[in-house]
């Protein structure tokens, strides 16, 4: 009788283990059935929707490089000879280049190729202003930023993509809110002290000798 009754409980264990497992099995395929966790996929390579997404803002960094380059080119012109503005918009070149950099470097870090190098050149070479270009730049960095968390909605709902969301919180999100904050106070303080004249000259002067800097706005 004894023996009779530890195979019996034997066999009731194993049974309740197999149920147990077949239960849960079904569980996550529901769960992955209305994508709440992809179990049978490589969450480790890019989503190709995230990654064209990724390549096209890679592209957008690239563009937005050269536009700043293309201002401090033209503020550095010997007729123009603004060199405090130039040098401010040379420094947001080299920011935008390595925005650029991050984006392909993640691309790669996530298994996947750059395949689609398609950089846009500056539509402008010339500005009215030096209120004007600052003016632009605000509409880029909003544009950019715009787009940014376009891409972290699309990581969160089509690419299910917890760390693209986080690389993008991280290196990006912050940085662009103030990027737009400081560009916009300059703005501000330019027009205060007047887009023309004296005033121009002091906040011009101010940014080449060290006095005014974005980073302390």
């Known amino acids: 009788m004894g023996k009779r009754n530890a195979i019996l409980s034997v066999i009731i264990c194993f049974a309740l283990t197999n149920l147990t497992n077949a239960i849960f099995d079904n ?18 390579a890019l989503n190709e929707i995230c990654l064209n997404e990724l390549q096209k803002q890679m592209n957008l960094e690239k563009h937005a ?19 405090g503005f130039a040098k401010m918009f040379d420094e947001q070149a080299k920011e935008e280049h390595e925005h650029f950099e991050k984006f392909l470097n993640y691309i790669n870090l996530r298994g996947s190729y750059v395949d689609n190098f398609n950089v846009k050149m500056p539509s402008k070479s010339t500005w009215d202003s030096t209120y004007q270009a600052l003016e632009d730049a605000i509409e880029l960095e909003n544009y950019f930023y715009n787009e940014i968390m376009r891409i972290h909605r699309i990581a969160d709902k089509s690419c299910k993509d917890v760390h693209l969301q986080n690389f993008l919180e991280n290196e990006f999100i912050e940085e662009q809110v103030t990027s737009i904050a400081q560009l916009t106070k300059l703005s501000t303080i330019l027009k205060n002290a007047g887009s023309e004249g004296f005033g121009e000259y002091t906040v011009d002067r101010d940014l080449l000798e060290g006095k005014l800097a974005l980073g302390t706005l």
């Open 27 to 44: 569980a996550y395929k529901e769960l992955d059935k209305d994508g709440d966790i992809p179990a049978n996929k490589n969450n480790y």
């Open 65 to 83: 490089s050269l536009v700043y380059k293309q201002m401090a080119a033209f503020f550095n012109h010997n007729k123009v000879g603004k060199k």
